[in-house]
């Protein structure tokens, strides 16, 4: 079955010192300045990092969020997700609803018990539903490890609803959505371009490239990797092929035959 389980295992989300007023109306507030701590005694009051990128090592990252200060007060919703990582692409790391301190800064900490998987991150704010940005940031190798990368085997499932899945090697024409999920062994944290192929190879609606999607940057290690197809209505009874290439060379294959 795939993985597709968050990753994290502890989660704390540090919320401001002081009671504030809180205000749900008017404009939205808008970020200034995302700024990156080093995690030292002096905690949120730490100088700030240069760029916008935390070492793998740094277990306890810290954030201050700057504002202007006409905005404190106002409750924030604040959800930090991965992007694209060497564990998980879109998960949710955390999420809470805290205050901007009378400062005009939302300071925020969130806590893992081992290193961090590489890749890109996002931390979405938003008041009352409405969006109000997306700010990215970075976790890097402390040195990089690139390797030789091997790929497993392809399986092959349907959606149970839910999130759960059955594994399913020879789908029905009734299945719209066909999931695919193998995993890379092996390290390239500088990231790796992956190309998904499917084919109708001999099929009842004949032969033809049925869909293919890229990620141009891949971070991997020993990292799940998950494609699906889906069709509007039955799938044409027939061969199938799916291919996967890791920077362009093949890197595995998997031929299904959907049928009654």
């Known amino acids: 079955m795939r993985s597709l389980a968050p990753f994290l295992i ?7 010192v002081g009671a504030q007023e809180r205000v749900r109306g008017g404009p939205l507030p808008r970020p200034t300045e995302l700024l990156l701590l080093p995690d030292t005694p002096r905690g949120h009051q730490a100088a700030p990092m240069p760029g916008n990128a935390f070492l793998e090592t740094q277990r306890r990252l810290l954030f201050v969020i700057r504002f202007d200060r ?3 007060g106002q409750e924030i919703s604040v959800r930090i997700f991965s992007v694209n990582t060497t564990q998980s692409n ?6 809470t609803a805290i205050a901007i301190e009378n400062a005009g800064t939302l300071p925020i900490a969130v806590s893992l018990p081992r290193n961090w998987p590489v890749g890109e991150y996002g931390i979405a704010l938003s008041r009352n539903g409405q969006a109000i940005a997306t700010l990215p ?3 890097r190798p402390e040195s990089p490890r690139n390797g030789p990368i091997t790929v497993g085997e392809i399986l092959v499932e349907r959606s149970l609803g839910q999130g759960q899945f059955e594994s399913a090697p020879r789908p029905r024409p009734s ?15 500088d990231g ?5 192929i499917f084919t109708a190879v001999e099929t009842a609606g004949g032969a033809a490239e049925v869909a293919r999607a890229m990620i141009e940057r ?8 998950e494609f699906d197809v889906s069709m509007p209505r039955d799938w044409p009874v027939g061969r199938y092929r ?9 890197a595995a294959s998997r031929e299904i035959t959907i049928a009654p």
């Open 10 to 16: 502890f989660v704390c989300l540090a919320m401001p």
């Open 70 to 72: 006409a905005s404190a």
């Open 90 to 95: 879109g998960a949710t790391v955390g999420q």
């Open 137 to 139: 940031f970075l976790v």
């Open 175 to 189: 299945d719209r959505s066909i999931f695919f999920a193998t995993r890379a062994q092996g390290s390239r944290t």
């Open 192 to 196: 790796a371009r992956i190309t998904w």
């Open 218 to 225: 891949q971070y991997i290690e020993n990292t799940p990797l």
């Open 242 to 250: 799916l291919d996967l290439l890791i920077d362009n060379e093949p």
